[in-house]
């Protein structure tokens, strides 16, 4: 019912700058929170930042002070801007959005790759 469709990725830098876009469409009544996760292959797929309809923001420890997530809740994107990126950084990240009611559901994007290297 709900597709999200990643975009922003590429190679940057260590210490520059990116910023991801996410887009939900379909059929959805009511978009509570989303989301970017991200994964390297052979590890575990990590949250980085989510945001609420209402604007609580939750940030993991590796992204607070260089990461920014924000959203427009009548267009249901989302958007992470990241600054400051270091190598580590590097992976696959996800978008995700989540639904409460009337039932709990999660969706996730495709990916967009972020290479940080010089």
């Known amino acids: 019912q709900v597709q999200l469709v990643e975009s922003g990725g590429g190679l940057v830098q260590p210490g520059g700058s990116l910023r991801l876009s996410c887009a939900a469409s379909?059929?959805?009544?009511?978009?509570?929170?989303m989301g970017w996760y991200r994964q390297v292959p052979g590890t575990q797929r990590e949250l980085v930042a989510t945001?609420?309809?209402?604007?609580?923001?939750n940030y993991a420890n590796i992204a607070k002070g260089r990461f920014t997530i924000s959203r427009d809740n009548a267009t249901n994107t989302v958007y992470l801007q990241m600054n400051s990126l270091k190598p580590e950084d590097t992976a696959v990240y996800y978008c995700?959005?989540?639904?409460?009611?009337?039932?709990?559901?999660?969706?996730w994007g495709q990916g967009t790759q972020v290479t940080v290297s010089s």
């Open positions: 995700n959005a989540q639904v409460w009611a009337p039932r709990k559901y999660e969706y």
């Open positions: 379909g059929t959805v009544f009511s978009i509570n929170a």
């Open positions: 945001i609420t309809s209402g604007g609580s923001t």
